[in-house]
């Protein structure tokens, strides 16, 4: 086995690196519905220039490296002290390589353990079978879509939908619901894992489980199998789109399994997955290590599922923003302008808003632009800071701090992903800002925009992720999604969205 570690290595490298095959397909096929020249098409073709770029520089796919979690399965005899330690050696190297981002904080402190390792991460499940080979599949589940995964126990009501019940017609209720609250906010188009069944705790990992399961596979239960199909057949048709963007694609892929339950409950517990389905698996000669076989690959012709990568397309007719933005400037954009931005832009993501609350700034941000967004950075050999990945992170975890941040320190832009609430629609109202959509988990098409990195505030007490980083961007590409006239596209595909929920009340399910 004294391949094995590196075996990890490789496994952790192509996971956070290059999609399967399967996964690149779909996302082709998603491409392929949404019409031309559309938001939610604009966001696909910058999601497959982000791809492609990533599987050339060897670079994450999403600056978010998520839960590691490793399910092995191992024959009789296997040492799973010793792979246990090569994993947590792997995951150190791929770390320190810029390959996964420090992910791992202490839940009460928010320190950063700095290698991914850590009390309960990663997830590492072994499981022994009579097959004399290694099985190891991996998944970085990043904490966008995590957050939006949801748990239902029947009988209940369900918002828009009504009474669940303990049956299919219940059970098709939860998952469509659960693409609906989704939103954009798990970096939509997602792909989901529904678990019927077990407890609470069972239920949710059964449900990741079903994510491992190969996108083109065929449930062997014809009940199962005909949920599946009718989730995929209908959950697009709630149009919530690429990044909640609005369009044909909702959901990319559904996969239901069942366990046993206690006769008092009955969980439907569903995994919901962002369009960067980073799961990859392979299998291993048991007395080396050595890597057999990559599974998800298709018919193994690397070429095939490659989508047409353009980034986002310009037109010319886009804005330019440098801060200090002027107010007169912000109020004259709308919902649905495409914004260019040049020179200074701040991170700031969990720790900084709350941070920002109570103490002063340590930079002037006035007239200024935040972005949420945790980069991957690493030093170079001058000790000169790299961006490594750098797309946006989830906004509305930021709500109960932003309108109070965009009053105290002036701020005229604020860029994330998945859109804000009501608080913030009215903070940008009466103060004058916006609200930018970038294209989530388009780490490395970001990364490209901010090279050029000037300083680093707070990096000891937050860490890489949480610290604020002080960049000159060029060329950054962003929607408007929420104006300062009280509009948000944002809060207009949710509405949209649950009247085509309630449809399903009305007509299917009757
Ligand atoms: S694509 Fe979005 S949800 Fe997925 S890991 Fe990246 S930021 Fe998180």
Redesign the pocket.
């Known amino acids: 086995m004294n391949h094995f570690r590196k075996s990890m290595y490789t496994l952790i490298v192509e996971t956070s690196t290059n999609l399967p095959q399967d996964v690149r397909k779909t996302l082709e096929q998603a491409s392929e519905k949404e019409d031309e020249g559309t938001r939610s098409a604009l966001s696909l073709s910058t999601i497959a220039k982000n791809i492609q770029m990533a599987e050339e520089s060897k670079l994450p796919i ?3 490296t ?1 839960m590691l979690t490793f399910k092995i399965k191992v024959p009789v005899g296997a040492n799973q002290i010793t792979m246990k330690q090569d994993i947590y050696d792997a995951i150190t190297e791929a770390t320190k390589n810029g390959i996964l981002r420090p992910n791992s904080v202490d839940s009460i402190t928010g320190k950063n353990s700095g290698d991914n390792l850590g009390p309960g991460t990663p997830v590492i499940k072994f499981e022994q079978w009579e097959k004399d080979e290694i099985d190891v599949r991996l998944i970085l589940k ?4 995590e957050n939006k995964n949801i748990q239902y126990s029947l009988p209940m009501e369900i918002e828009g939908l009504g009474r669940a019940g303990r049956d299919l017609d219940g059970i098709r209720k939860c998952i469509l619901h659960s693409v609906y609250q989704a939103q954009g906010q ?2 939509s188009a997602g792909f989901i894992g529904v678990g019927i069944g077990g407890d609470r705790t069972s239920g949710y990992e059964f449900a990741k489980d079903q994510l491992f399961r190969s996108l083109t596979d065929v449930n062997p239960n014809k009940q199962l199998a005909a949920v599946e199909d009718y989730i995929m057949e209908n959950a697009n048709k709630l149009s919530i789109g690429t990044m909640g963007f609005g369009g044909n694609v909702s959901l990319l892929g559904c996969k239901v399994g069942t366990i046993n339950r206690l006769p008092a409950s009955f969980f439907v517990s569903v995994a919901y997955n ?3 389905f980073r799961r990859q698996g392979v299998r291993l000669d048991p007395s080396t290590g050595e890597i057999i076989e990559w599974f998800y690959q298709g018919d193994g012709t690397s070429q095939a599922g490659r989508m047409e990568a353009g980034g986002l397309p310009l037109t010319g007719k886009e804005v330019v923003l440098t801060a200090p933005i002027s107010e007169e400037q912000i109020r004259s954009l709308k919902v649905g302008d495409v914004v260019i931005i040049n020179g200074d832009m701040f991170t700031g993501r969990d720790a900084m808003h709350k941070y920002l609350m109570d103490h002063d700034a340590p930079v002037d941000l006035n007239g200024g632009i935040i972005y949420h967004c945790g980069p991957v950075m690493l030093k170079d050999k001058e000790g000169k800071w790299q961006t490594k990945a750098a ?4 906004s509305i975890r930021e709500e109960p701090y932003q309108a109070d941040i965009i009053k105290k320190f002036g701020l005229r832009a604020v860029i994330g ?1 998945g859109g804000m609430g009501q608080k913030t629609l009215n903070a940008l109202e009466e103060h004058g800002a916006v609200y930018l959509n970038a294209i ?2 388009a780490a490395q098409y970001y990364a490209e925009t901010l090279k050029e990195v000037n300083t680093v505030h707070l990096l000891e007490e937050f860490g890489v992720p949480e610290a604020m980083w002080h960049y000159t961007a060029k060329g950054f590409a962003a929607i408007v999604t929420m104006d300062s006239h009280g509009n948000s596209l944002h809060a207009d595909i949710e509405k949209s969205s649950f009247e085509r929920l309630q449809q399903f009340k009305e007509t299917v399910f009757k």
């Not at 797309?391 to 989830?394: A, K, L, S, V």
């Open positions: 999403c600056q978010d998520g990043g904490g966008g879509c798990g970096c962002c369009w960067a797309g946006p992170t989830t992903k989530g988990g």
